[in-house]
C-alpha cells in the first residue's frame, strides 16, 4: 500500500493533498483536506494528473476509485485560492485550455482543473466515484468525469460558480450536459442550487443511491467485479463511448472517424489473449483470468493522449 500526498510529501499530516493507497487491483485517490470539506487547492489540481499517470502505467492496477477523507466527498476548489483559480495570479506550467480539456503555454488554476478532470475522463481503466456528505463544484467536476458514481442517501449536489460569477469550463459543461443531458445541466448551472440523492438519480448524476453504511462496501464489491472483467472490453468500451460521444457532437460528418482506432482493438481481439480465455473459461464452467493489459500492448497511432501536469511537476512519494 502507498501513501502519497501533495504538497508536503508522504506522509504529511494535517496538510491538505491527495492520498494514494493501492490494495489489490484497486488503486484509491482520497481528497483529504478535511479541515475545508476536502475543498481542492490549486497544488492537488496540479498533482491529480501526476498520480493519473502513475496508476496508468502501473499493471497492478485494473480499477480506480476516487473519494473523499472523513465525511464528505468534496466541497468544490478552495475558495481562499480563488485569485489563483481564475487567473488573477497565473499559475506555471498549465496552458490556454482547449475545448478539449488539453493545455498549451501558462494559464491560470481554472486550467489546471480543467486539465486534471479531463486527464480523469481519459484515464484509461474504470473509475468509481465513491460519494458521500457534500459533491459541490470542483467536487461535482470530478464525479462527473469518473466513469460511474456511487452516492450515499443524504449526500448533496451542486454547480455553483452562478452563485460567484463564473464561467463554468466549457469542456466541463460539455460532460455534464452529455451525462445528464441540455435541460437538468441548465437547472444546475442556471440555479447553483443544491439536489438530493433522489434528484441527481433521476436525472442521471449517480448511478446507484446506497445507504450510507453500505457505502464502503457497495464500492468495495463493485471494484472487485470491475477488476475481475477483461479490462481490454473495457477500454476498448471506454474509447467508443468517447467517440460516439464526440461524433454526436461534431455531428457526425466524418464516417471514418476512429477507423484506426477500431482496427485497433479488432486486433487485439483477436491477438491479446483475452478473448480465447473467455471462451474457454466460459466452456469450462469456471471464472475466466484475463490477462491483457494496456501496458502489453503496441499502442497504434491516434490513442487517445493524456496532458502532462506540467512542467515543474514530480511524481508524489
Avoid at 473523499?68 to 506555471?92: H, K, Q, S, V, Y
Avoid at 490556454?96 to 481503466?125: S, W, Y
Avoid at 460516439?244 to 464516417?255: I, L, M
Wanted: aromatic fraction near 4%.
Amino acid at each position: 500500500m502507498a501513501d502519497d500526498r501533495t504538497p508536503g510529501g508522504a506522509g504529511a499530516a494535517g496538510r491538505p493533498g491527495l492520498r494514494l493507497e493501492v490494495a489489490g487491483g484497486t488503486a484509491t485517490i482520497r481528497i483529504d483536506n478535511p479541515a475545508k470539506r476536502n475543498a481542492m487547492t490549486v497544488p492537488m489540481w496540479r498533482q491529480l494528473p501526476v498520480l493519473l499517470d502513475r496508476l496508468a502505467a502501473d499493471p497492478r492496477v485494473r480499477v480506480l476509485v476516487l473519494t473523499g477523507a472523513g465525511g464528505t466527498f468534496c466541497a468544490g476548489a478552495d475558495i481562499g485560492t480563488l485569485d489563483e483559480l481564475l487567473g488573477i495570479g497565473p499559475l506555471e506550467g498549465t496552458g490556454p485550455v482547449r475545448a478539449d480539456g488539453t493545455a498549451g503555454g501558462t494559464e491560470d488554476g481554472q486550467a489546471a482543473m480543467v486539465v486534471a478532470e479531463n486527464n480523469l475522463a481519459t484515464f484509461p481503466k474504470p473509475t468509481i466515484a465513491e460519494i458521500r456528505g457534500h459533491c459541490v463544484g470542483g467536487g461535482c467536476q470530478l464525479a462527473v468525469a469518473c466513469d460511474l458514481r456511487i452516492a450515499a442517501e443524504g449526500t448533496r449536489f451542486g454547480v455553483p460558480p452562478a452563485r460567484l460569477g463564473v464561467v463554468y469550463p466549457l469542456p466541463t459543461t460539455r460532460r455534464l450536459v452529455e451525462l445528464v443531458g441540455p435541460a437538468a445541466a441548465k437547472y444546475l448551472l442556471y440555479s447553483a442550487e443544491l439536489v438530493d440523492t433522489a434528484h441527481a438519480a433521476r436525472i442521471g448524476l449517480v448511478d446507484e443511491v446506497v445507504p450510507a453504511d453500505q457505502l464502503a462496501d457497495r464500492v468495495r464489491t463493485l471494484a472487485a467485479t470491475l477488476a475481475d472483467r477483461s479490462l481490454l472490453t473495457q477500454s476498448a468500451a471506454k474509447e467508443y463511448v468517447a467517440l460516439a460521444s464526440a461524433a454526436r457532437y461534431d455531428g457526425g460528418t466524418d464516417p471514418g472517424a476512429g477507423a484506426d482506432r477500431v482496427a485497433y482493438w479488432e486486433r487485439e481481439m483477436r491477438t491479446a489473449g483475452d478473448l480465447t480465455e473467455g471462451v474457454a473459461a466460459f466452456h469450462e464452467r469456471r471464472p475466466p483470468v484475463f490477462s491483457w493489459s494496456p501496458h502489453d500492448a503496441d499502442r497504434a497511432p491516434g490513442a487517445p493522449g493524456r496532458t502532462s501536469g506540467g512542467p515543474g511537476q514530480t511524481p508524489a512519494g
